[in-house]
C-alpha cells in the first residue's frame, strides 16, 4: 500500500491541513511564556479552543521572528539537498512535500507545561510583541515518509512505530518488511526525536508516537546517511504536529477506503546480555559475542559439580570485556591437610575478549576471546563466536580450542597456515602468571553454538546449547562422571534489572546455577536529599551591599568548600578556596556563582574561584555574572556556534592558570588548624591456602597544620574482629619480604599506628609543583621522600618524579624498624589520551624490593568520575625469583563517595584485585599525590558530572 502522492496533493495538504482550526495567541511585549499560558488558560488538562476542542499542548508552536529567516535558509539548503541526489534516490513525493512545508519559525521547547515553566525559570521564554503561539486541536493522524513512499495513518494509542511500518508496508518474506527497515526517526509534536532500531536484528524498546507525529524511515540500502536524514528531520521538527486535510484523498488505500488502524504493538525485544556460567556474557559454559554495556560490572557465582566459580568481570569500554574468576574444584583438596586443613583446590584465571565488528543486517557480530590466560591456565581456552539476531531469537556459532574444544569434531582451522597449529603444547605455566601463547589457537578444534529466545515473558529468557567440551580431558585428570550429552539447556530469570538467576540441566546429568549481579557504574548517581537546598536563581536587582559573613558561609553551605578569603579587583570578585576535594568541580562552581548572584551586590560583573592546594596556587575558575544569569533565567531564542562551543566547555566558566595581581581584601576567614575523623575500615585477602579472610578495623585519623603548606598527619588502626587470626600460610620469596610478610604486618598487634608523616608542597613557578615528606609514611615502611610535578594548565599530559629513602617497619607497626632500607622512586608520565577516555601512565624506576623496570597503567575515566583500571608492572625480576603470579598485576575500581550517597561526601570507595601479592615490582605507597592534588588543572576537570536519571 504505497503513496503515490503528487506534488498538488502535497499543496493541498499544506493549504488545508496546516491552518485548519488553529488558535492563535499574541503575547504582550516582554511577557513570560507562562504568563500567557496561564493568562489565556492553557494548562493541561484545560486547553480548549473556541468551538470546545481539546488544543494539543505538546505540538504547540512558539514562533519567533528571530528564527524565522534561519528556518528559511534550513528549509532551502534541504531542498537543495534533494534535488541534488542521484536519480531514484529521493521518492517523488518528498521534494515537492518539504516545498509545501512553512518555515514557521518555532522554537523548540523543553516543556509545554505553563506551571513548570514557571518553576524552573530558565525553562520560560521571554517573548515579544511580534512573537505568536500557535495551538491546534489534537490530530488524528500520523505520517510515515520512507523512500519507498508515504503513508498516512489513523493514530491508536499504544501502537509502535513498527506497527505501523508493518500497516503500511506489508512484509515480503520472513526476515523484514517492505524493501527492509534498519532504523527509522520519530519526530514527535513536541519537537522530541528519537531513533529507533526497527529491524529484527536491532530491534529496541521503542518510544510510542503521539498523535500528530512524523516519522522518516528510509529503507535498508536506499543509500541516505545519516546525515542526510537528520537535515530532513531537524526541519520537520519545526513543524509540529501533522494533520491531515479534511478534503485530502486518503493517501492509503485500505480495503474498507478508509485508513486502517495500525495493527497492536509487536514484542519489543531488545538483547539484554545474559552471563554464562562463567561469569562472562554468553550461554550456559560458552561465550558469545554479545557485549554488556559499555560501563558495567559484573558479580556472577555459579555452581556445577564439581565446580564452583566467582567471576568479577567489567566492560570499559562497549568494544572490550575483561575480568577475572576464582574457580574452586570442590572434589581436590589444595593441598595436605597439615598445610591447607579441609580447604579445596582453587585456580585464579583473567578473561579478556575483544568484539572485532558490530552486527549489522545480514552480518554477525563477531568476537575473539581469550579464557583463563596467565595464571596456571588450567582452562585456557581461546575462541572466535560469531551472533546474528532474528526478533525474539539470538543465535550464536563458533569454535574454540584447548579446554572447551576437548569435544573435538573437527581439524584446525589454521593449520593450513603450518602444521604446528594442529597440535596444543602442554602448558608450561612454570609459577604462573604469564600469558602461555605458544598455545594459544592450537590443537584440535569444536564448533559450539546455541540460542538465546526471549520469551513474551520480559523477565524469563531460555537458552540451548551445543557445548565444545566434552569433560573427558579436565584438569588435573580430574574424573567427572561421563557426560551423556553435549547438549545443555537452561532458563534465565530476570529477578530485577540487577539480578538474573539462572538454572540448568549440562552434561545431560548434571543440574547447573548461577547468580549474576550487575550494575553499569558509569551511570552511579544518587539525588542529595540530604544537601542543604539550592539557591533559586532569581532576576531583577541585586543587593545594595554584600554580606560576606553571610555570603561566604552559605557558599561553603552549598560547596562544602573552605573559603579562605575574598577580595576584589575592578568589577572582578575572587574567593580564595582551600585544599577543594570535590568530585565535580564544575557542580560546585555552579552552587557557589548562584550563592554569590542572589547575595553579591551590582557593579560585580565577574566571579572567580582559587585554587589554593596545600599552598600552592593550582588553578582558576572564571564565571562570567552576566552570561551564567541568563543561561539560568533565560531559554535562549537562537544560539550560535560559539555559544555552543562554550556550553560544551562549561558554558560561562573558564578555566584559567592563577593571576598575580593585586586584589583589595574584603573577608577573611580563619580555620582551626587541626581536624580529625574517626570511622571503620576492612581489609580482606582471597586465595592460597587460608582461602577468604577479613578484618575490620576502627580507625582515628587527624592533621594538624602549621602552615598552608606545613601539615602533619597521622592514622591509628585498632583491630575490631575477623579472620585474620587463622592466618596460617607464611610468606616464600626470593626476594626481600617486602610485601609477603604481609600476613605478620596484619596479625602482630590489634592497635596500629599505619601513618605519622610530615609533609611540605611548594610551587616554584607556574606549571612546577613539588612536595618533601617523612616519617612512618605507610604500614610497612617508613623514611623521607619528595616529588616534583611538571603539569601546564588545561594540559593533557604531565610529567613527575619522586625519590625516596625508606627503611622498613617493624610487624607490630609502632615506632620500630627492621633492617632493611632501600632507596625507590620512579620518573612517571601521565597521558590523557583522548581515547575513549583513557587515561595512561607509566611509570619507570627502582621498586621497593631493589628491582628496576617499568609499570603501565591504563585506565578508563567516565565522566561521573568512576574509574576502571589495570595495570602490569616488568621488572629485572625472573619470573622463578619473583615467585607465583611471574610478574605484579591487577586490576581495580574507583567510585567516588558523592556517586554513591545521598549528600555531597568527598573521596571515593576502591576495589582492587591483584592476582598473588609478591614482593617484585612494590612501589611504595605515598599518601601524597601531586598529580591527584593538582587535578582541577586537568582539561576534563570541569567535565565531570553526575550522572543523569535515565
Not at 109 to 131: F, R
Not at 903 to 918: H, K
Request: aromatic letters at 12%; one cysteine or more; charged letters at 20%.
Amino acid at each position: 500500500m504505497k503513496l503515490k502522492t503528487t506534488a498538488a496533493l502535497a499543496l493541498l495538504i499544506a493549504q488545508f491541513g496546516w491552518a485548519h482550526a488553529e488558535s492563535i495567541y499574541t503575547p504582550k511585549q516582554g511577557e513570560r511564556l507562562s504568563e500567557l499560558l496561564m493568562r489565556q488558560q492553557l494548562l493541561p488538562g484545560s486547553a480548549t479552543n473556541g468551538e470546545g476542542q481539546t488544543l494539543q499542548l505538546g505540538s504547540m508552536l512558539l514562533k519567533r521572528a528571530e528564527l524565522y529567516n534561519k528556518q528559511a535558509l534550513q528549509k532551502t539548503q534541504l531542498i537543495t539537498l534533494l534535488g541534488m541526489q542521484p536519480k531514484g534516490k529521493v521518492p517523488a513525493y518528498l521534494k515537492p512535500l518539504v516545498e509545501s512545508l512553512p518555515a514557521t519559525g518555532r522554537q523548540l521547547l523543553p516543556t509545554q507545561d505553563g506551571h513548570e515553566m514557571a518553576a524552573k525559570i530558565h525553562l520560560d521564554p521571554v517573548l515579544q510583541a511580534n512573537d505568536s503561539v500557535v495551538l491546534q486541536p489534537t490530530p488524528q493522524h500520523i505520517a510515515l515518509l520512507g523512500t519507498g513512499g508515504q503513508c498516512v495513518a489513523e493514530f491508536k494509542p499504544q501502537v509502535s512505530v513498527i506497527a505501523y511500518l508493518q500497516q503500511c508496508f506489508p512484509k515480503r518474506n520472513w526476515y523484514q518488511f517492505g524493501e527492509g527497515f534498519d532504523h527509522a526517526w520519530l519526530v514527535q509534536p513536541t519537537g522530541e526525536v528519537h531513533k529507533l532500531n526497527v529491524g529484527l536484528w536491532n530491534q529496541t524498546e521503542q518510544t510510542l508516537p503521539q498523535p500528530g507525529a512524523w516519522v522518516w524511515a528510509p529503507t535498508r540500502g536506499s543509500g541516505w546517511a545519516e546525515q542526510e536524514s537528520l537535515q530532513l528531520v531537524e526541519f520537520l521538527q519545526t513543524q509540529g504536529a501533522f494533520k491531515q486535510a479534511n478534503n485530502a484523498t486518503p493517501v492509503v488505500a485500505a480495503p474498507s477506503e478508509t485508513i486502517t488502524p495500525a495493527s497492536n504493538t509487536p514484542f519489543d525485544y531488545t538483547v539484554r546480555p545474559t552471563r554464562s556460567d562463567w561469569g562472562t556474557v554468553g550461554l550456559l559454559q560458552m561465550p558469545s559475542a554479545r557485549m554488556a554495556e559499555e560501563g558495567t560490572i559484573s558479580i556472577t557465582a555459579s555452581r556445577v559439580e564439581p565446580y564452583s566459580r566467582y567471576s568479577f568481570i567489567y566492560q570499559p569500554f562497549d568494544w572490550l570485556e575483561a575480568g577475572f574468576r576464582y574457580s574452586i574444584i570442590t572434589n581436590q583438596s589444595f593441598g595436605s591437610f597439615e598445610f591447607s586443613g579441609d580447604r579445596k583446590f582453587q585456580d585464579k584465571s583473567v578473561d579478556v575478549k575483544l568484539r572485532l565488528w558490530q552486527e549489522s543486517a545480514y552480518l554477525p557480530q563477531v568476537a575473539v576471546g581469550l579464557r583463563d590466560i596467565g595464571g596456571t591456565g588450567l582452562f585456557s581456552s581461546e575462541y572466535f563466536v560469531a551472533n546474528k539476531r532474528a526478533g525474539q531469537f539470538d543465535f550464536t556459532v563458533g569454535v574454540g580450542f584447548g579446554n572447551m574444544a576437548t569435544g573435538g569434531g573437527i581439524s584446525n582451522p589454521f593449520s593450513f597456515i603450518t602444521d604446528e597449529f594442529d597440535t596444543r603444547p602442554a602448558p608450561d605455566v612454570g609459577v604462573g602468571g604469564q600469558a602461555n601463547s605458544s598455545a594459544y589457537f592450537r590443537g584440535q578444534a569444536a564448533l559450539f553454538g546455541g540460542v538465546e529466545w526471549q520469551t513474551p515473558w520480559h523477565d524469563l529468557i531460555l537458552k540451548l546449547e551445543l557445548d565444545g567440551n566434552d569433560y573427558s580431558g579436565e584438569p588435573r585428570n580430574n574424573p567427572l562422571p561421563r557426560s551423556d550429552s553435549q547438549i545443555n539447556y537452561g532458563a534465565v530469570y530476570r529477578i530485577n534489572d540487577y539480578i538474573d538467576f539462572s538454572v540448568s540441566v549440562q552434561r545431560g546429568n548434571t543440574m547447573g546455577f548461577a547468580l549474576s549481579l550487575k550494575e553499569n557504574v558509569s551511570k552511579y548517581a544518587v539525588p542529595k536529599i540530604t544537601d542543604p537546598k539550592p539557591v533559586v536563581v532569581t532576576q531583577g536587582p541585586r543587593p545594595a551591599s554584600t554580606n560576606w559573613e553571610k555570603t561566604v558561609k552559605l557558599v561553603e553551605e552549598q560547596t562544602t568548600w573552605n573559603v579562605e578569603s575574598v577580595q576584589q579587583r575592578g568589577s572582578e570578585v575572587q574567593l580564595t578556596v582551600k585544599n577543594a576535594d570535590v568530585t565535580y568541580p564544575a557542580k560546585a562552581v555552579d552552587k557557589a556563582t548562584a550563592a554569590l548572584h542572589e547575595n553579591v551586590a551590582e557593579g560585580i560583573n565577574w566571579f572567580s574561584f582559587a585554587y589554593q592546594n596545600r599552598g600552592a596556587e593550582i588553578a582558576e575558575h572564571v564565571v562570567d555574572r552576566n552570561k551564567w544569569a541568563e543561561d539560568k533565567t533565560q531559554l535562549p531564542v537562537l544560539k550560535t556556534e560559539q555559544q555552543n562551543e562554550q556550553q560544551a566547555n562549561g558554558g560561562s566558566v573558564a578555566a584559567v592558570e592563577p593571576n598575580g595581581y593585586p586584589y583589595k581584601p574584603l573577608h577573611t576567614d580563619y580555620d582551626p588548624w587541626y581536624s580529625g575523623s574517626v570511622g571503620l575500615g576492612y581489609e580482606q585477602t582471597f586465595g592460597g591456602a587460608n582461602g577468604y579472610l577479613f578484618q575490620f578495623t576502627a580507625v582515628a585519623k587527624g592533621e594538624i597544620e602549621f602552615t598552608n603548606s606545613t601539615w602533619l598527619t597521622g592514622r591509628v588502626d585498632h583491630v575490631l574482629g575477623g579472620t585474620f587470626d587463622k592466618f596460617t600460610q607464611n610468606s616464600t620469596s626470593n626476594l626481600p619480604p617486602v610485601r609477603t610478610d604481609f600476613r605478620e604486618y596484619s596479625t602482630a598487634s590489634d592497635t596500629k599506628l599505619s601513618n605519622l608523616q610530615l609533609n611540605h608542597v611548594g610551587q616554584l613557578s607556574q606549571n612546577h609543583f613539588y612536595s618533601l615528606y617523612g616519617g612512618y609514611l605507610e604500614s610497612m615502611f617508613g623514611g623521607v621522600g619528595g616529588e616534583y610535578l611538571y603539569r601546564p594548565m588545561n594540559s593533557r599530559w604531565a610529567l613527575g618524579v619522586d625519590a625516596n629513602r625508606v627503611k622498613q617497619r617493624a610487624f607490630e607497626q609502632d615506632f620500630d624498624f627492621r633492617n632493611y632500607t632501600v632507596n625507590t622512586g620512579h620518573i612517571t608520565a601521565y597521558v590523557d589520551t583522548g581515547f575513549e577516555d583513557i587515561l595512561a601512565t607509566v611509570s619507570v624506576g627502582q621498586y621497593l624490593a631493589g628491582d628496576k623496570g617499568v609499570t603501565v597503567d591504563l585506565s578508563r575515566v567516565f565522566d561521573n568520575g568512576v574509574k576502571i583500571g589495570a595495570y602490569a608492572s616488568k621488572t629485572n625480576v625472573s619470573a622463578e625469583d619473583f615467585g607465583e603470579g611471574s610478574f605484579d598485576k591487577g586490576i581495580y575500581l574507583r567510585v567516588p563517595f558523592d556517586a554513591l550517597f545521598s549528600s555531597t561526601v568527598p573521596g571515593d570507595a576502591s576495589f582492587n584485585w591483584v592476582q598473588v601479592t609478591r614482593d617484585g615490582g612494590a612501589k611504595l605507597r605515598r599518601a601524597l599525590s601531586l598529580f591527584e592534588e593538582t587535578s582541577v588543572r586537568s582539561p576534563r576537570a570541569l567535565r565531570f558530572m553526575p550522572a543523569l536519571p535515565e
